[in-house]
C-alpha cells in the first residue's frame, strides 16, 4: 500500500481483504498518531478480477468490516481518514465507486462518487471496462473544511479531466485529492504530468495516494504515490514496486496556496472562450455536470 499522510501523508498499497477489517502495520499505525490527516488509495477494499465478482464483493459502509475498522482507527487516533470503497448502487448490477472523508471521531462527513468512468482500450495494454460495473457519479462535491485546509475530492481517471479541478479551484479550493489505481502503461506516460499539470493550473495542492502492484493475475497497478505543491513541485513521492505498505508524507503549507495566488492571479477569459462541442472528442465530458469552464 502507498499512501500520502499533513502533514499530510499518502499511502500506497495493494487492496486489503474486501471481507477483512482494517489492519494497519506499525509503520501505518505510527503515522496515525503522527499526522494530520491520512489519504488512501482508490477502491481502497479490493480490486477485483472481473466485473461480476466486483459486484459480488460490495458491501455497504454499515456491513463493511474494512471501513468499519478504518472508522475505529480514525477514532482512536482523532485523525481523518479519506479512502477510496466500493459502495452497492440502486438495483444490484452495478457499484459506486466512491471516495469518503472520516473525520476525527470516525463518522462518514463527506461522500464523492467517481464521475469519469475508466473505459480504454490500450494498444498493446490493458482494456477495461469499469462502465460494465460501475455505476457513474452525477455531481461534483463543493470543497468541504478540515484540519489540513478546504478539501476537493476526485478519482483517477478524473484527473484527466481540468474542468473538475477547475470548478473546485473556483470554490477556492486549496488541496484536491487524485486517489487512484492507475495501470502501469498510463501511469508511466501521464501520471506525474497531469498531476502536476493539475496542481499548477488551479494553484492548489494536489494528493494523490495511489495502488501499487499486482492485485490479481489480470491487474498491476502503477504506485507512484504523489504530494504536489501548488507551483507544481513535488513534495514526496513513493515507488511503484510493491513489497509491503508505504506512507509518504509532506507538510502542507496554505500561505503557499495564498502567495501563489496573489503574485500569479489566474483570470479567466470566459467571455472570450466557450465550452465548445466536438463529435470527435475522444475524452467525453460531463456536460450535465460542469456545463460551463
Same mark, same amino acid.
Given at each position: 500500500?502507498?499512501?500520502?499522510?499533513?502533514?499530510?501523508?499518502?499511502?500506497?498499497?495493494?487492496?486489503?481483504?474486501?471481507?477483512?477489517?482494517?489492519?494497519?502495520?506499525?509503520?501505518?499505525?505510527?503515522?496515525?498518531?503522527?499526522?494530520?490527516?491520512?489519504?488512501?488509495?482508490?477502491?481502497?477494499?479490493?480490486?477485483?478480477?472481473?466485473?461480476?465478482?466486483?459486484?459480488?464483493?460490495?458491501?455497504?459502509?454499515?456491513?463493511?468490516?474494512?471501513?468499519?475498522?478504518?472508522?475505529?482507527?480514525?477514532?482512536?487516533?482523532?485523525?481523518?481518514?479519506?479512502?477510496?470503497?466500493?459502495?452497492?448502487?440502486?438495483?444490484?448490477?452495478?457499484?459506486?465507486?466512491?471516495?469518503?472523508?472520516?473525520?476525527?471521531?470516525?463518522?462518514?462527513?463527506?461522500?464523492?462518487?467517481?464521475?469519469?468512468?475508466?473505459?480504454?482500450?490500450?494498444?498493446?495494454?490493458?482494456?477495461?471496462?469499469?462502465?460494465?460495473?460501475?455505476?457513474?457519479?452525477?455531481?461534483?462535491? @463543493?470543497? !468541504?473544511?478540515? *484540519?489540513? &485546509?478546504?478539501?476537493?475530492?476526485? +478519482?483517477?481517471?478524473?484527473? %484527466?479531466?481540468? /474542468?473538475?479541478?477547475?470548478?473546485?479551484?473556483?470554490?477556492?479550493?486549496?488541496?484536491?485529492?487524485?486517489? @487512484?489505481? !492507475?495501470?502501469? *502503461?498510463? &501511469?508511466?506516460?501521464?501520471?506525474? +504530468?497531469?498531476?502536476?499539470? %493539475?496542481?499548477? /493550473?488551479?494553484?492548489?495542492?494536489?494528493?494523490?495516494?495511489?495502488?501499487?502492484?499486482?492485485?490479481?493475475?489480470?491487474?498491476?497497478?502503477?504506485?507512484?504515490?504523489?504530494?504536489?505543491?501548488?507551483?507544481?513541485?513535488?513534495?514526496?513521492?513513493?515507488?511503484?514496486?510493491?513489497?509491503?505498505?508505504?506512507?509518504?508524507?509532506?507538510?502542507?503549507?496554505?500561505?503557499?496556496?495564498?502567495?501563489?495566488?496573489?503574485?500569479?492571479?489566474?483570470?479567466?477569459?470566459?467571455?472570450?472562450?466557450?465550452?465548445?462541442?466536438?463529435?470527435?472528442?475522444?475524452?467525453?465530458?460531463?456536460?450535465?455536470?460542469?456545463?460551463?469552464?
Amino acid at each position: 500500500m502507498q499512501s500520502p499522510g499533513v502533514k499530510s501523508g499518502s499511502c500506497g498499497r495493494k487492496s486489503w481483504s474486501p471481507l477483512g477489517s482494517f489492519k494497519p502495520d506499525s509503520y501505518i499505525r505510527h503515522w496515525l498518531t503522527e499526522g494530520e490527516a491520512l489519504f488512501l488509495p482508490e477502491a481502497s477494499d479490493y480490486i477485483a478480477s472481473s466485473p461480476a465478482e466486483t459486484v459480488s464483493l460490495v458491501r455497504s459502509t454499515k456491513d463493511s468490516e474494512f471501513v468499519k475498522g478504518l472508522q475505529d482507527e480514525a477514532r482512536a487516533a482523532n485523525l481523518p481518514i479519506n479512502v477510496g470503497i466500493h459502495e452497492p448502487a440502486d438495483g444490484g448490477k452495478k457499484v459506486k465507486n466512491t471516495l469518503i472523508w472520516i473525520d476525527g471521531k470516525g463518522d462518514i462527513v463527506q461522500r464523492y462518487q467517481k464521475l469519469h468512468l475508466f473505459d480504454v482500450e490500450i494498444e498493446n495494454g490493458p482494456i477495461l471496462r469499469e462502465s460494465k460495473s460501475v455505476e457513474k457519479g452525477m455531481s461534483i462535491l @463543493s470543497p !468541504f473544511d478540515t *484540519p489540513v &485546509g478546504l478539501v476537493g475530492l476526485t +478519482i483517477c481517471f478524473d484527473l %484527466r479531466f481540468p /474542468e473538475i479541478s477547475l470548478a473546485l479551484k473556483r470554490q477556492n479550493c486549496q488541496i484536491i485529492t487524485y486517489p @487512484s489505481a !492507475f495501470t502501469v *502503461p498510463t &501511469g508511466r506516460a501521464h501520471w506525474d +504530468i497531469l498531476l502536476r499539470a %493539475r496542481a499548477i /493550473e488551479c494553484q492548489s495542492y494536489v494528493i494523490a495516494a495511489a495502488q501499487a502492484g499486482e492485485h490479481n493475475s489480470k491487474r498491476i497497478s502503477y504506485g507512484h504515490s504523489m504530494i504536489v505543491s501548488p507551483w507544481g513541485e513535488v513534495l514526496a513521492q513513493l515507488g511503484g514496486d510493491f513489497t509491503e505498505p508505504e506512507i509518504v508524507t509532506a507538510d502542507i503549507d496554505l500561505d503557499v496556496v495564498t502567495r501563489i495566488k496573489r503574485e500569479m492571479p489566474l483570470n479567466r477569459r470566459t467571455c472570450v472562450y466557450t465550452q465548445t462541442d466536438s463529435q470527435n472528442e475522444r475524452l467525453t465530458m460531463r456536460r450535465d455536470v460542469y456545463p460551463e469552464v
